[in-house]
């Protein structure tokens, strides 16, 4: 029996890649990089909007100024038509708010003072703020409230607002609304009390007896 053995070196195998790599190579190279684009684009897009956003506060900012702004003019613009209407009234009807203001002055307390005055023609409504001091401010504010409530011309007086001015004075601030008859301020003078009684009849004549007829002498009398 006879073994043959080969002593002649073998053949060197060359370098062989599967082809399954490469194509997850190539694959996760190409996701990597749309995901690398994508994440561009988001930036992109959230530093647009971003830049969009401070535009828009802005503008919101801008219209929350102009809106202020609006607002104060047309505060002004209802001030002037009220002031508008107060007048045209005193020009139509000028002894009726001349009896109303002669009336105001007389009402109020001498410790009372007015700082503004405001006459609503529409409800038929004056409103004023002023301030009471002495010794005891609120009964002012409450003697004033009565005077009101007594005059021919109001009624209806109600006290809006009442607080201390000064920690440790005696004077407060107040604020009241007052309706008033319109008609009453033009047909009684100032200083009529409301309910008050009227002037007393003037005395009936005195009735005289008609003359009596003369007498007929009887038959016979010598006249």
């Not at 009220?82 to 009234?89: A, D, G, N």
């Not at 005059?151 to 009241?176: H, N, P, W």
């Not at 009453?184 to 003037?202: H, I, L, R, V």
């Amino acid at each position: 029996m006879t073994i043959k053995v080969d002593l002649l070196p073998t053949e060197k195998r060359g370098f062989q890649i599967d082809p399954l790599v490469i194509v997850l190579f190539v694959f996760v190279v190409a996701t990597s990089g749309a995901f690398y684009y994508y994440g561009q684009t988001l930036e992109q897009q959230i530093k647009k909007i971003d830049e969009e956003r401070v535009g828009v506060e802005a503008e919101i900012k801008q219209c929350e100024t102009a809106k202020k702004a609006i607002e104060k003019e047309r505060e002004k613009l209802a001030k002037l038509e009220q002031q508008f209407q107060l007048v045209k009234s005193l020009m139509h009807d000028p002894l009726k708010y001349a009896n109303l203001m002669s009336e105001v002055g007389s009402l109020l307390p001498d410790s009372v003072f007015i700082d503004n005055l405001n006459i609503d023609p529409g409800p038929n409504t004056i409103s004023f703020a002023g301030t009471a001091s002495g010794a005891l401010p609120l009964s002012i504010v409450a003697a004033t409230m009565k005077n009101f409530n007594e005059s021919a011309y109001f009624d209806g007086t109600v006290l809006q607002s009442c607080s201390r001015k000064t920690e440790g004075q005696d004077i407060f601030t107040f604020s009241m609304q007052i309706h008033f008859d319109p008609t009453a301020a033009t047909d009684k003078p100032p200083g009529s009390k409301d309910n008050a009684p009227g002037a007393p009849p003037p005395p009936a004549p005195e009735e005289t007896a008609p003359p009596a007829p003369p007498a007929t002498p009887a038959p016979g009398a010598t006249p």
